[in-house]
């Protein structure tokens, strides 16, 4: 796959490599083949956009925020390590979501979030965000839960209220947010928010 990845990539670069440099778009990988993400990365920052399949290392249904954002960054990693020394690649995108649990007193609310990573390759600067939360009812998460957590709750959600299992939210939202435009909308706000990494304060200087 990692072969594939790179053999991939080269092949844009050539394609990329033939066009006037005033007609060259800007160029964005994307650490899944998902369809919601492709189409929310190039929405959210426009060019040619290509995914590549990268595994989370974290369960279908991430539980908490440390492991949605923990294969958020698998993603990243794994879509890097395939790139190698790919030239010409401007932005690479990484998403992962996952279901975050607030427990007041007895009461148990469950939102649906994903984590997005954008990184710049030509400066290194990355960032971080979250898309708006959609609260899941709790006999979803349940029932998920008592079935011994295989899938995911969107597998649940689709069983139940029908639509797609990749996009439970226009479910939930009764069509008013589709997943696609909420990642769009996290992507936007990360890519808006991208700092360049500073120097190591207690590391060796230049003089």
């Known amino acids: 796959m990692a072969a594939a990845a790179t053999a991939a990539a080269a092949c844009y670069f050539v394609f990329w490599r033939t066009k006037p440099s005033a007609q060259r778009r800007r160029v964005v ?26 595994p989370s290392l974290v369960s279908d249904q991430p539980v908490g925020f440390d492991e ?31 279901l975050i649990k607030s427990l007041v007193g007895e009461e148990e609310t469950w939102i649906d979030v994903a984590v997005v990573l954008v990184r710049d390759m030509s400066t290194g600067a990355e960032s971080v965000a979250t898309s708006a939360g959609v609260r899941v009812p709790t006999e979803y998460v349940g029932t998920w ?32 947010f589709a997943r696609s435009a909420l990642l769009e909308h996290a992507i936007r706000v990360a890519a808006s928010t991208m700092r360049v990494p ?4 207690g590391g060796p200087s230049d003089d």
């Open 145 to 176: 839960a008592e079935a011994g957590g295989e899938g995911t709750v969107g597998d649940v959600i689709a069983e139940e209220l029908g639509g797609d299992k990749h996009d439970p939210h226009g479910a939930l939202t009764k069509g008013a």
């Open 29 to 54: 990988f994307v650490a899944s083949t998902a369809a919601q993400k492709l189409g929310a990365a190039e929405r959210a920052l426009g060019g040619e956009t290509a995914g590549f399949e990268c």
């Open 68 to 98: 949605t954002l923990r294969g958020a960054k698998n993603r990243l990693a794994s879509l890097l390590g395939q790139l190698g020394e790919a030239p010409e690649v401007d932005l690479v995108v990484s998403i992962e979501s996952g």
């Open 198 to 201: 500073t120097a190591d304060p």
